[in-house]
């Protein structure tokens, strides 16, 4: 299977620069991964395809504000930090823009002063690890100094933080948000409880290889990047008791999937377990848990669309997503959603 077998035509314009208000208003393009049978409709509407006794799992994953700029203590030379990977204490793996400025043994100030960082090595891949200093709690202050780490394709500025977060985040961790989430509402999460949807939270932090093009011409020769993932035993126990009782487990988001089927292959079972993933998803693979998923629309020739594909076969895909283009929905992470069943 070819990389190139994934793309597909999308003008710009499709490209959302903005989320949309309210964030449960976006469209909705539900496939049915057995038939290939569309029918469109907007996100409120999801309870219309939800049963008492599913199951939506939910990546809880906080985005930090991972970009920072910084000017180099002995020139003022300004740089970019992009924090990629938190290795121990305020050590930290991060991209710096330009690379050259940042050779090891070099300082750094961000915000007066506010913070400091030295780097102490280069990765094989450039990347650098850098020491931070600073008063008080290091959150606290990246959060004064930090921006938020928009994907390459939105160049309008976020006015809101919180906008690039979803409403029930809370373990921060993630370069790049969640985006499956950014749909829901707390309104619209307590109406999914009350119809007798069970939510169960896993976590993992999503790192910047999730944006990187795969570069090969035949996807097995693609080398995924790793995240760090947790899934806790309460989940572990709600999916369960949602398998036993002929309930589905609804993915909210490809983060979520790639955690729960992480888990089932590593452990053989669904069970509380932590670590990192480069699973690798594409047409082929043997599903183990998913029943549904809540994605967007997602990058040609992507790790992401290849997992969709998977997951609901590559024709029904390739045609939801031409269809897509053809309906005008919005793409990528401030887009429209695909929800799949």
């Given at each position: 299977?070819?990389?190139?077998?994934?793309?597909?035509?999308?003008?710009?314009?499709?490209?959302?620069?903005?989320?949309?208000?309210?964030?449960?208003?976006?469209?909705?393009?539900?496939?049915?991964?057995?038939?290939?049978?569309?029918q469109h409709r907007h996100f409120y509407d999801i309870l219309d395809y939800l049963e008492p006794g599913d199951c939506l799992i939910l990546n809880d994953s906080r985005v930090l504000p991972a970009r920072i700029f910084g000017v180099?203590?002995?020139?003022?030379?300004?740089?970019?930090?992009?924090?990629?990977?938190?290795?121990?204490?305020?050590?930290?793996?991060?991209?710096?823009?330009?690379?050259?400025?940042?050779?090891p043994g070099t300082s750094f100030v961000f915000g007066d002063g506010l913070m400091r960082c030295t780097v102490a090595d280069v990765t094989e891949d450039g990347n650098r690890i850098v020491d931070f200093t600073c008063e008080g709690?290091?959150?606290?202050?990246?959060?004064?100094?930090?921006?938020?780490?928009?994907?390459?394709?939105?160049?309008?500025?976020?006015?809101?933080?919180?906008?690039?977060?979803?409403?029930?985040?809370?373990?921060?961790?993630?370069?790049?948000?969640?985006?499956?989430?950014?749909?829901?509402?707390?309104?619209?999460?307590?109406?999914?409880?009350?119809?007798?949807?069970?939510?169960?939270?896993?976590?993992?932090?999503?790192?910047?290889?999730?944006?990187?093009?795969?570069?090969?011409?035949?996807?097995?020769?693609?080398?995924?990047?790793?995240?760090?993932?947790?899934?806790?035993?309460?989940?572990?126990?709600?999916?369960?008791?949602?398998?036993?009782?002929?309930?589905?487990?609804?993915?909210?988001?490809?983060?979520?999937?790639r955690t729960l089927e992480t888990v089932a292959k590593k452990e053989g079972c669904i069970c509380a377990s932590e670590g990192w993933t480069d699973i690798f998803i594409y047409p082929g693979f043997r599903f183990e848990v998913l029943?549904?998923?809540?994605?967007?629309?997602?990058?040609?020739?992507?790790?992401?669309?290849?997992?969709?594909?998977?997951?609901?076969?590559?024709?029904?895909?390739?045609?939801?997503?031409?269809?897509?283009?053809?309906?005008?929905?919005?793409?990528?992470?401030?887009?429209?959603?695909?929800?799949?069943?």
């Amino acid at each position: 299977m070819k990389t190139s077998d994934f793309f597909y035509e999308l003008p710009e314009e499709l490209i959302a620069q903005t989320p949309i208000e309210p964030r449960d208003s976006s469209r909705m393009l539900v496939l049915n991964r057995q038939t290939g049978q569309i029918q469109h409709r907007h996100f409120y509407d999801i309870l219309d395809y939800l049963e008492p006794g599913d199951c939506l799992i939910l990546n809880d994953s906080r985005v930090l504000p991972a970009r920072i700029f910084g000017v180099k203590e002995d020139t003022g030379a300004n740089v970019e930090f992009l924090l990629l990977r938190h290795l121990e204490n305020k050590r930290w793996e991060v991209l710096t823009k330009p690379g050259r400025k940042a050779k090891p043994g070099t300082s750094f100030v961000f915000g007066d002063g506010l913070m400091r960082c030295t780097v102490a090595d280069v990765t094989e891949d450039g990347n650098r690890i850098v020491d931070f200093t600073c008063e008080g709690s290091f959150y606290e202050n990246l959060d004064q100094l930090g921006q938020m780490p928009l994907p390459p394709y939105i160049h309008e500025k976020l006015r809101d933080k919180e906008r690039y977060q979803t409403v029930y985040s809370r373990e921060l961790g993630s370069a790049a948000a969640p985006t499956a989430g950014l749909h829901f509402t707390k309104e619209l999460l307590k109406r999914v409880e009350e119809k007798g949807v069970k939510i169960g939270y896993v976590t993992l932090h999503v790192g910047l290889g999730t944006f990187r093009p795969v570069k090969v011409d035949d996807v097995t020769n693609h080398k995924m990047h790793s995240e760090h993932y947790e899934l806790p035993q309460a989940t572990a126990d709600l999916i369960n008791e949602t398998k036993k009782n002929g309930g589905r487990v609804i993915s909210v988001g490809t983060t979520s999937c790639r955690t729960l089927e992480t888990v089932a292959k590593k452990e053989g079972c669904i069970c509380a377990s932590e670590g990192w993933t480069d699973i690798f998803i594409y047409p082929g693979f043997r599903f183990e848990v998913l029943d549904g998923l809540i994605t967007n629309f997602h990058l040609p020739e992507s790790t992401l669309i290849m997992l969709v594909s998977a997951f609901a076969g590559y024709d029904h895909v390739m045609n939801a997503y031409h269809t897509a283009v053809e309906e005008h929905y919005r793409f990528f992470s401030f887009g429209d959603c695909n929800l799949i069943l």
